[in-house]
């Protein structure tokens, strides 16, 4: 078992980025429902939060990005009033990938 320190991080594009644009993928471990229930009772509440739920061919998945892998995704914030990207699932090689999707123009900083 490893722990996760969650602290506020706050995520600024270099970039201006165009509505419709790829902005990031939301990478980390793809588990089962099962591994994911287990997965949440071990946790720190607060890292139960990097753990994102899709479906995929009927069944209920989620990727576990817990684990601090350098990558950007995880540390996005999902405002749900008015967010600015959207997650869409992308079959990659028979894989899901969960992606991020600019829904407007967003300006650099």
Partial sequence: ?????YRAVVVFAKDSICKGDFVVEYRGDRIND???QRRRKLYHPSCTVFMFA???RGKTWCIDASRDDGSFGRLVNDDHR????????IEVNGNPHLC????NDIKEG
């Avoid at 078992?1 to 320190?5: D, N």
């Avoid at 008015?82 to 699932?89: A, D, G, L, R, T």
């Avoid at 991020?100 to 829904?103: N, Q």
Wanted: proline share 4%.
């Fill in 1 to 5: 078992m490893f722990v996760v320190f």
């Fill in 34 to 36: 099962a591994e994911s």
């Fill in 100 to 103: 991020l999707f600019a829904l």
């Fill in 82 to 89: 008015s967010p600015n990207c959207k997650m869409k699932k």
């Fill in 54 to 56: 899709f479906k995929w």
